[in-house]
């Protein structure tokens, strides 16, 4: 698969960052610094692993980038925009860009595969023609085409994360947020799941994955960023889940 | 916009029957607040025609002097019917006076003494109806200051209490309709609540992908009207299915009131239509809200 192309086609600039968090605290109304000082930025095509400890501010830092919440101080800027500056009409159309995975899939439990794909367009108000091949599309991306018509319950845990990151991906988003998406699944079907994010980034889609799977971060030698306590205390490409040495 | 309106209200549908235990709950908890709403809302109104038909009784009554000229009668007649607080009036002759006597003691089983009387000792009379009880003292003491009226007859303090009472029924009939009113309001939007609730989920996605406010609200604002609409329509069916029976139960006690069949029905129609479209529009936007403000 050539690198250099997003599913959407358009071209990817490593240089330019499609994610930068400056000097960025959030503190909540109970007086808790959740994130402290944190300084990231994320160029286009970036593959990132955030690791931590329960509490260390993954979570949180999730939420700022799809402006669930917004930063104390500094600045959080997605694709050229400023979250904290953003109109509230306009959050939707930032949400579009990001493409968001879960560690419990959230998968609409009446809805057939195909239709929690195409849900996603629906309720942008995407037009029905452009739909149905869109749907088409990330189904066979993520080697779904078969099991379309079928509800969630009747699929393992590997098929719902992978109807899920479909969903993700119809959008043709600038950048995959994946919360702990293995976090539910065994071993070998979460080196299934990673495939398929490692695929979905040759294609040029950034991929920011927060996760405990240690056994995955030390092999696959991506950046990693490791939050302690709200801090980012290490960011290194091709680092393990624990500091070298 | 259209296409926009088309797709809400087919996701209003689809919403309704893919959670239809929920949706039949929520219309079912309509259907029953909006016959609790109109059932109080007739009584109210057969409640308020008896009052008006007690009311229509009270009335000022002018004994006249003997041998008054006929000009001077019609002259006070046509007075007191350009009054604006006067419904009308009807002249009691002497003779007239005497026979409503005569009936009345018959009436009560009593001998008729009036044979033994030389002459005829009632006085003739003007009987005033009023629009409303409470403009009794006016018209009463514009009578009393009339030459040819011998006595205007005191029911003052009888008038006053009727209508502190009348009053009163009128103004506690208002306020429990309002109490239940807001039952209902509560309830209704809880009960909707509770439905939108139960598709946090769903709510919870569409914001996750990049839905708009108005691509989240507007199928649940539709949903809602469906199930108000729906609850509605089964209401008027259980009303108009128990309307033969209950006014056949009831004839002999409405013929007597000033009770208007056809307009109650069509303020019962507006209002179950009105209250079900409403409640559900209103409950679905407050359950909505809720997500939408982050």
């Not at chain 1, 306009?90 to 998968?107: A, C, N, S």
């Not at chain 1, 629906?122 to 869109?134: F, L």
């Not at chain 2, 959670?19 to 409640?47: K, R």
């Not at chain 2, 990049?210 to 259980?238: N, Y």
């Amino acid at each position: 698969m050539p690198r250099g192309n997003r599913a959407g086609g358009a071209m990817v600039d490593p240089r330019r960052p499609v994610l930068v968090l400056n000097d960025v605290t959030k503190t909540y109304p109970n007086g808790r610094d959740a994130l402290k000082d944190v300084d990231l930025v994320v160029p286009e095509g970036d593959f990132v692993f955030l690791v931590g400890a329960s509490g260390a501010g993954k979570s949180t830092l999730m939420k700022l980038l799809i402006r669930d919440e917004l930063a104390t101080q500094g600045t959080v800027t997605l694709d050229g925009d400023d979250l904290a500056r953003l109109p509230r009409r306009k959050v939707p159309h930032v949400r579009r860009k990001i493409g968001i995975v879960f560690q419990d899939f959230k998968l609409l439990p009446t809805k057939t595969v195909r239709e929690n794909i195409a849900f996603a367009l629906e309720v942008t108000g995407t037009s029905r023609r452009r739909i149905k091949p869109a749907v088409n599309r990330v189904l066979a991306l993520v080697g779904l085409t078969e099991q379309a018509e079928q509800y969630p319950k009747q699929l393992s845990g590997g098929e719902q994360q992978r109807t899920a990151i479909a969903r993700a991906l119809v959008h043709d988003p600038r950048i995959v947020i994946a919360d702990e998406p293995t976090g539910n699944l065994d071993p070998l079907i979460s080196w299934e799941i990673l495939q398929l994010l490692l695929r979905i980034n040759e294609l040029g889609v950034t991929v920011l994955m927060a996760t405990h799977d240690a056994d995955i971060v030390t092999a696959l030698r991506k950046r990693v960023v490791a939050l302690e306590e709200g801090r980012v205390i290490r960011d290194e490409v091709g680092g393990g889940y624990h500091r070298a040495g | 916009m259209l296409s926009f309106f088309l797709f809400s209200i087919s996701r209003a549908w689809q919403g309704f029957w893919r959670n239809a235990a929920m949706s039949l709950a929520a219309t079912a908890t309509m259907t029953l607040m909006l016959l609790l709403l109109s059932s109080f809302w007739i009584v109210q109104a057969g409640f308020l025609a008896s009052l008006s038909y007690v009311e229509d009784k009270v009335g000022v009554v002018a004994d006249l002097d003997d041998n008054i000229r006929q000009s001077a009668l019609t002259d006070l007649q046509a007075r007191l019917a350009a009054m604006p607080e006067v419904r009308a009036v009807e002249y009691v002759s002497k003779e007239e006076a005497l026979r409503r006597y005569r009936e009345q003691r018959s009436a009560q089983g009593q001998d008729d003494l009036t044979p033994f009387l030389n002459d005829n000792p009632l006085p003739a009379s003007l009987e005033v109806k009023l629009r409303r009880p409470a403009d009794y003292r006016t018209v009463a003491e514009f009578l009393g200051a009339e030459p040819i009226v011998a006595k205007v007859q005191n029911i003052e303090d009888t008038t006053d209490r009727l209508v502190s009472l009348t009053n009163f029924l009128r103004t506690f009939g208002v306020l429990l309709l309002a109490v239940i009113g807001s039952i209902v309001l509560f309830i209704v939007i809880n009960t909707i609540r509770l439905a939108v609730l139960g598709r946090a989920e769903e709510i919870e996605v569409m914001r996750l992908v990049g839905a708009s406010d108005a691509f989240i609200r507007w199928p649940f604002v539709f949903e809602g009207a469906l199930v108000g609409l729906l609850g509605a329509a089964i209401s008027l069916g259980v009303l108009v299915g128990a309307a033969e029976p209950l006014s056949r139960f009831m004839v002999g006690f409405f013929s007597i009131l000033p009770i208007n069949v056809g307009s109650i029905s069509r303020d019962v129609t507006i209002l179950v239509l009105g209250s079900g479209l409403g409640l559900g529009v209103i409950g679905a936007w407050v359950s909505v809200r809720t997500y939408l403000i982050r």
